[in-house]
């Protein structure tokens, strides 16, 4: 984001209803939250003005404005009496220049989550000498306009004022006391900057940015009754260089009634470089009726290819899935035939899809880069072992030339669950190789993963010494299988075998080694019969191409990664690699009308390749906000898969509410 004016919305605002008194009238408070600038090379502007061409430029980039440039934004507002508090993502994209005021400006087009339409369009000027505030394209935004353009940034940028000025009998835009007038204020706008300043926030810690201040105060006065209103406001604005905002506090008053915001960057794409996460949007709809089970949809399965991301979904009308770009938008869709458990990758060609259905044989799909699915909706049968139950819960991983697919199937005879393995090429056939055994000594394997590391395969399950998965004895095991399909190991690597229960693996590689999480009961009362129902935790280990534990024994080991995560069914967390870090997402189950705005929904932590936690705060980083107040939805069953540069996250918005149906958000990190 940048130090643009947020007059426009301010004024929406102001129509939306935010109430005061002045007597015995109603009015809305009108707290115009313009951006400021930084002061410096010139003189302060006075009026309404154009910087002058005299100066070095954006020299520090504080104001970046390259179309493509887009910023993400959290934002929460709380106003007073009542301490109502609400949350919202925005968006702020540069999406062009216009003609404008007799210059050339640049247009920045801001979208939010809590409002339909387009957005609003903020139109900035930015020379050698400093940045202008050009107004928008609200007409009903009188305010805006009587302030535009004036002078927000002096080139170079430093401590000092940089604008000063009023104006009077300016037009509310808005008729608030019912007499078909609008009513008149006075305004008085002050722009400063503080100095710099190092700055932590969820993006990073910054060691400089320049921190500016806006002041705007005045007077309404009602039209049929002359009663007047004073109101003010103040916001702080912190902007890095090459980034532009990060932050920014916002506090208002008009009467008793009192208003702060704060807004806070989670991503940008600044110069073709991004980082953090996106703003979440719709990447599928209509999985499901309207339910209490997370599972009727089921967990997505993700994977992402050169350019774009495949997910996929067990919905109503079969398994469907989608592809859509780095920004979120859909660019095709596709059916697969009958519903069932699905797992998805890329092989370097196409997405290789592997569905399970019931006592059905399962079914390998091949679908391009370009979201075409090669097999139609009957795909490439495969059985699984003679004798046995159909794949449960498969795995894939692709490889340097073959796709290993893991999978767990019921013996009769032994009652457990053993894990077996076929390899797919890249037309979808099973190789010469045929199916072959994993893990078959007489116990339970369950939710099997995979991922590869350039020779070898890491294959972990959860795993309980006797049928029926007891939460008091589960453990997460694994094996090597190399390329041939051979088990490297002698015996299962114990990779964490502590007190109670440890299970629902998840499984990345990031070019050096593996990190494997899991949910983790060690700190649960022993032979616990409640399993995560009392309180999981997040733990996870680094594991080495040759098999060994880089963080700690198994029996006591593992970086604990989130210890306040609460309630966390079986199959919720789920990890990946952003080509720099380990990403960790889990859920925060529960409604969005129940608990502390924002506590709710999908939360992440980043693991260094060293094993550390980097500027996690505690519960994670909020990814998703929390449902919506009145959806009656909960969100769960995160997804990440790797673009290369940045990850996907994709998670399942499970509603009970008529007639929304369930729905797949995502989120992009950079």
Same mark, same amino acid.
């Given at each position: 984001m940048h130090l643009w004016g947020r007059m426009g919305e301010a004024v929406n605002a102001v129509r939306k209803g935010t109430a005061a008194r002045v007597g015995s009238c109603v009015i809305v408070l009108a707290l115009v939250s313009a951006c400021g600038g930084g002061g410096g090379g010139g003189t302060a502007a006075v009026g309404n003005s154009l910087p002058s061409d005299a100066g070095p430029g954006d020299t520090e980039a504080l104001f970046p404005n390259a179309t493509g440039d887009v910023w993400y934004y959290d934002v929460t507002h709380t106003s007073s009496p009542g301490a109502t508090t609400t949350h919202h993502f925005e968006t702020v994209a540069v999406t062009g220049q216009k003609s404008l005021l007799g210059v050339t400006a640049t247009t920045f087009l801001v979208t939010a989550s809590d409002a339909s339409g387009a957005g609003i369009e903020n139109y900035y000027y930015k020379n050698s000498g400093g940045l202008a505030a050009l107004g928008n394209n609200e007409s009903s935004d009188t305010m805006t306009a009587a302030l535009s353009p004036h002078v927000e940034l002096l080139f170079p940028v430093a401590a000092g004022t940089v604008a000063q000025f009023s104006k009077s009998n300016v037009d509310f835009g808005a008729d608030i006391d019912g007499d078909s007038v609008n009513e008149r204020v006075d305004l008085t706008l002050g722009v400063t900057v503080q100095g710099f300043e190092a700055l932590d926030t969820q993006l990073g810690n910054y060691p400089r940015t320049a921190r500016s201040r806006q002041s705007l105060r005045g007077t309404l006065t $009602?039209?049929?009754?002359?009663?007047?209103?004073?109101?003010?406001?103040?916001?702080?604005?912190? *902007?890095?260089?090459?980034?532009?905002? #990060?932050?920014?506090?916002?506090?208002?008053?008009?009467?008793?009634?009192?208003?702060?915001?704060?807004?806070?960057?989670?991503?940008?794409?600044?110069?073709?470089?991004?980082?953090?996460?996106?703003?979440? $949007?719709?990447?599928?709809?209509?999985? *499901?009726?309207?339910?209490?089970?997370?599972?009727?949809?089921?967990?997505?399965?993700?994977?992402?290819?050169?350019? &774009?991301?495949?997910?996929?979904?067990?919905?109503?009308?079969?398994?469907?899935?989608?592809?859509?770009?780095?920004?979120?938008?859909?660019?095709?869709?596709?059916?697969?035939?009958?519903?069932?458990?699905?797992?998805?990758?890329?092989?370097?060609?196409?997405?290789?899809?592997?569905?399970?259905?019931?006592?059905?044989?399962?079914?390998?799909?091949?679908?391009? @880069?370009?979201?075409?699915?090669?097999? +139609?909706?009957? +795909?490439?049968?495969?059985?699984?072992?003679?004798?046995?139950?159909? +794949?449960?819960?498969?795995?894939?991983?692709?490889g340097s030339g073959n796709s290993l697919v893991v999978y767990s199937v019921y013996d009769s005879q032994l009652i457990q669950h053993l894990l077996y393995g076929v390899f797919l090429d890249r037309s979808g056939q099973v190789t010469a190789l045929g199916q072959f055994p994993i893990a078959v000594d007489n116990s339970t394997h369950v939710f099997p993963v995979a991922a590869f590391d350039g020779t070898n395969y890491l294959v972990v399950w959860q795993q309980h010494p006797q049928s029926g998965m007891?939460?008091?004895?589960?453990?997460?095991?694994?094996?090597?299988?190399?390329?041939?399909?051979? #088990?490297?190991?002698?015996? @299962?690597?114990?990779?964490?075998?502590?007190?109670?229960?440890?299970?629902?693996?998840?499984?990345?590689?990031?070019?050096?080694?593996?990190? #494997?999480?899991?949910?983790?009961?060690?700190?649960?009362? *022993?032979? &616990?019969?409640?399993?995560?129902?009392?309180?999981?935790?997040?733990?996870?280990?680094?594991?080495?191409?040759?098999?060994?534990?880089?963080?700690?024994?198994?029996?006591?080991?593992?970086?604990?990664?989130?210890?306040?995560?609460?309630?966390?069914?079986?199959?919720?967390?789920?990890?990946?690699?952003?080509?720099?870090?380990?990403?960790?997402?889990?859920?925060?189950?529960?409604?969005?009308?129940?608990?502390?705005?924002?506590?709710? +929904?999908?939360?992440?932590?980043?693991?260094?390749?060293?094993?550390?936690?980097?500027?996690?705060?505690?519960?994670?980083?909020?990814?998703?906000?929390?449902?919506?107040?009145?959806?009656?939805?909960?969100? *769960?069953?995160?997804?990440?898969?790797?673009?290369?540069?940045?990850?996907?996250?994709?998670?399942?918005?499970?509603?009970?509410?008529?007639?929304?149906?369930?729905?797949?958000?995502?989120?992009?990190?950079?």
């Open positions: $009602l039209s049929s009754t002359h009663d007047t209103a004073p109101f003010s406001s103040t916001q702080d604005i912190w *902007a890095v260089p090459g980034v532009g905002v #990060v932050k920014r506090s916002l506090s208002g008053t008009v009467g008793t009634q009192q208003l702060s915001e704060t807004t806070e960057a989670r991503g940008y794409v600044v110069d073709g470089v991004g980082h953090g996460l996106s703003a979440p $949007l719709t990447v599928m709809s209509n999985l *499901a009726i309207p339910n209490s089970d997370i599972y009727s949809a089921g967990k997505p399965s993700l994977a992402c290819g050169p350019a &774009n991301c495949l997910v996929l979904s067990s919905g109503s009308t079969g398994v469907v899935g989608a592809l859509y770009d780095p920004l979120g938008a859909q660019l095709s869709s596709l059916n697969l035939g009958t519903s069932g458990l699905v797992t998805t990758a890329f092989d370097g060609t196409n997405y290789i899809v592997v569905i399970a259905s019931g006592g059905a044989p399962m079914r390998a799909h091949r679908v391009t @880069p370009a979201g075409v699915s090669l097999d +139609g909706t009957t +795909g490439i049968p495969f059985a699984a072992p003679p004798g046995s139950s159909s +794949g449960f819960a498969p795995a894939i991983a692709a007891a939460w008091s004895s589960g453990d997460v095991y694994g094996v090597r299988v190399s390329a041939a399909g051979a #088990v490297v190991d002698p015996s @299962p690597i114990a990779i964490s075998v502590a007190p109670n229960f440890q299970g629902s693996p998840s499984i990345a590689f990031d070019g050096t080694n593996y990190l #494997v999480i899991w949910l983790d009961g060690r700190n649960l009362p *022993a032979n &616990n019969p409640n399993g995560c129902d009392a309180k999981c935790e997040l733990y996870g280990t680094r594991v080495a191409p040759s098999g060994a534990l880089l963080d700690g024994a198994a029996a006591s080991g593992g970086i604990a990664i989130a210890t306040d995560a609460g309630y966390l069914p079986s199959d919720l967390s789920s990890v990946g690699f952003d080509g720099s870090n380990f990403l960790v997402a889990w859920p925060t189950p529960g409604y969005g009308s129940s608990g502390t705005i924002g506590s709710k +929904g999908i939360r992440l932590a980043r693991v260094s390749g060293a094993g550390a936690l980097l500027g996690t705060p505690v519960g994670g980083i909020a990814v998703s906000g929390g449902p919506p107040d009145d959806s009656l939805s909960q969100y *769960a069953l995160p997804v990440i898969a790797s673009r290369g540069t940045g990850a996907s996250i994709v998670w399942l918005d499970n509603t009970q509410r008529v007639p929304y149906p369930n729905q797949l958000l995502a989120v992009t990190s950079y």
